[in-house]
């Protein structure tokens, strides 16, 4: 139980353009998730709170306009980085509570999207 | 805010020997909980084990254990019998309690070789 998928694992594209990243919560219904981005040999950074029906809580210095979140069901959330340069090139992950599960206070994350802008 | 911080950036060790990864933390809170996880070149996330701030048990979870030092803020990890599948960066991290949706501060990561 408590399998977090991600599509896709890894996705190139042009600078300018957008690219959605789709986390999704497999058997359970997962009411916050979380999104973050890791540099090779790096910790993760949280990026974003998202609760499912509400506006994504963003940490200090992350750009909303630049990376969207949308949490629109209780097992979907999506991270859209607009207008992607060189720089947003790195590895998001995602992870997500089960508030129903044996530990919610766990978060249960996903493989991982390799997101490279050329 | 809290912090958490993992001082060994690289650590090495012989196939079926104990390592011991350090972390230490820093929090006024007194409800928290403490995980270790696990970051293989997969890059999948692998909790290895989770320790409740209100037990003074350490946890155990087969060949992983922990050294919880409640006052001094330190959270261990001993690796014993260290096998080649456990190569990997490993992440101390630390998360609030009495929180609906409490985030993960992690360490800096320390990256495990286990040599055969």
């Known amino acids: 139980g408590a399998v977090v998928s991600q599509h896709p694992s890894w996705v190139i594209c042009k600078s300018g353009t957008s690219v959605k990243i789709e986390c999704r919560s497999l058997?359970?219904?997962?009411?916050?998730m979380f999104w973050y981005r890791q540099f090779p040999k790096q910790s993760l950074m949280l990026m974003a709170t998202?609760?499912?029906?509400?506006?994504?809580?963003?940490e200090q210095g992350v750009e909303k306009d630049k990376f969207l979140i949308n949490h629109a069901s209780l097992t979907l959330s999506t991270l859209t980085v607009t207008s992607a340069h060189p720089e947003d090139s790195s590895f998001y992950i995602c992870?997500?509570?089960?508030?129903?599960?044996?530990?919610?206070?766990?978060?249960?994350f996903g493989p991982g999207t390799r997101l490279t802008v050329t | 805010a809290q912090t958490v911080t993992q001082s060994q950036p690289e650590m090495s060790v012989q196939e079926a020997e104990t390592v011991t990864l350090s972390c230490t933390y820093d929090?006024?809170?007194?409800?928290?909980?403490l995980f270790w996880y696990k970051q293989p070149p997969s890059r999948q996330m692998i909790l290895v084990i989770r320790?409740?701030?209100?037990?003074?048990q350490n946890a155990t979870e087969n060949r992983f254990s922990v050294n919880f030092q409640k006052a001094a803020k330190s959270f261990s990890l001993k690796i014993s019998d260290s096998q080649l599948g456990d190569t990997a960066m490993y992440f101390c991290?630390?998360?609030?309690?009495?929180?609906?949706?409490?985030?993960?501060?992690f360490g800096q990561g320390t990256i495990l070789t286990v040599h055969p």
């Open positions: 992870s997500a509570r089960d508030p129903s599960g044996r530990a919610p206070y766990e978060q249960y």
């Open positions: 058997d359970f219904q997962a009411t916050t």
């Open positions: 998202s609760n499912e029906g509400s506006k994504a809580t963003y």
């Open positions: 929090t006024s809170e007194n409800n928290y909980y």
């Open positions: 320790q409740e701030a209100y037990k003074q």
């Open positions: 991290a630390f998360r609030r309690g009495g929180t609906s949706y409490g985030k993960l501060t």
